[in-house]
């Protein structure tokens, strides 16, 4: 099994948490990190397990590069 964990971070708090969760859960299970504005959604497709950090600004506003990844889904 392994893992992609997925984010997209405008001041870098939600690529800071992303790095905490690969140093916890790489001793359990292989996993890598991925920004998602040099991301593509078969990247998606690469892992058995996603973690996907979402941050929001404003009232609940999607941060940028994952409102652009979504869109790129579609």
């Known amino acids: 099994m392994n893992m992609g964990i997925f984010y997209g971070s405008s001041t870098g708090n939600t690529e800071m948490a ?3 969760i690969k140093e916890q859960m790489g001793e359990f299970v292989p ?3 991925v920004d998602v504005s040099n991301a593509t959604p078969e990247q998606l497709l690469e892992y058995d397990l996603l973690f996907l950090g979402v941050s ?3 009232i609940g506003d999607m941060q940028d590069d994952w409102a652009d990844f979504l869109r790129r889904l579609e």
Request: hydrophobic fraction near 35%; aromatic fraction near 12%.
């Open 56 to 58: 929001t600004w404003n």
């Open 18 to 20: 992303a790095e905490k």
């Open 31 to 33: 996993n890598e990190i």
